[in-house]
């Protein structure tokens, strides 16, 4: 598995030969609840790019950009994000640079499922020639937990799984143990025209059931999401 930011230039320049696909993650800096860390997002993207990293021979894993557009949690402490502007921004010029470098397709991984971040993700990709793997949508959706399909998904059994499969360390277990189920249906909020996470009923910054997660299916997840992935770079790249 190669990591972009650890190889030397002469590597590359033997890589790029082979004119190599871009796995990038994206997230977030948002409120996962009173137990997960800010940066889940983010490093469920940087897990799934690895992962399918290992499975493509190919595959070049980018720096994560770690910002996202992230309005939702603005109430809680730990929402640092950025606009749709400087997110199209970023992605239209990091596109053109690795064009210019030679590699073959840039593909964007992002767990960051805000609708504006979305939404602008998807329109930056098709602007650059990049592919997006759209998690939200029905085929990909289909395959991902109860939970994840429910939309009552932040922070909750889905997410907290997935970081304690990757970085246990950084679950608060007590916390994440004392956490009733908060039934909430995001989707439905936001049509309903709620935007931010204590008008949609998520007063500590969670809903769903982090009290149920476990690194098993944090891992079992892991791997659907890395065949998604995977999946998608075969087909589209
Ligand atoms: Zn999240």
Redesign the pocket.
Known sequence: MIRLADITSARLEELRERRPVALWPVG?I?P?GPHAPLG??TLISVGMCERAAERLDDAVVLPPLPFGVTRYGAAFAGAVGISEATLRAIVLDVAASLDAQGFRRLVIVN???EPEQVATLRAAAQEAGALYLDLVRRRNAERLTDEFRRGSC??GRY?TSLVLAAAPQLVDGDAMARLPAVEVDMPAAIAAGRTDFRAMGMERAYCGAPAEATADEGRTTFETLTDLLVELVREGT
Do not use: V
């Open positions: 977030a948002e996962h889940t997002d767990n960051h499922l932040h922070a997410e």
